[in-house]
Nanobody, 122 residues
Framework: QVQLVESGGGLVQPGGSLRLSCAAS????????MGWYRQAPGNQRDLVAT???????KYADSVKGRFTISRDNAKNTVYLQMNSLKPEDTAVYYC????????????????WGQGTQVTVSS
């Protein structure tokens, strides 16, 4: 009923920048918290950044000052601007959204995107 589609990943040199986008579509009434998570091979999926519908943000310590999360509520889209990228930022980046559907029920469901690969290497 809801799809989250990430885009913007790729290969970048250390010190470079990338901007990830995640667009949600489907039978959406409202989206609460949206966020970005990442998972490197052999590791668990970790929080990168989250943003509420009113714009409050939270970041992992490892990305503070380098990454910026933002969202466009009218487009049901969340962004992640990544600057000063490091090899340790290499991972699959996943988008997450907490969604209330247009089904008349006050129930929130968490949806995940399929992930986009970010590789930081020279």
């Amino acid at each position: 009923q809801v799809q989250l589609v990430e885009s913007g990943g790729g290969l970048v040199q250390p010190g470079g920048s990338l901007r990830l986008s995640c667009a949600a579509s489907g039978s959406i009434f409202r989206i609460g918290v949206m966020g970005w998570y990442r998972q490197a091979p052999g590791n668990q999926r970790d929080l990168v950044a989250t943003i509420t519908s009113t714009g409050s943000t939270k970041y992992a310590d490892s990305v503070k000052g380098r990454f910026t999360i933002s969202r466009d509520n009218a487009k049901n889209t969340v962004y992640l601007q990544m600057n000063s990228l490091k090899p340790e930022d290499t991972a699959v980046y996943y988008c997450k959204g907490v969604v209330q559907l247009r089904d008349g029920r006050a129930v929130q469901t968490t949806y995940w995107g399929q992930g986009t690969q970010v590789t930081v290497s020279s």
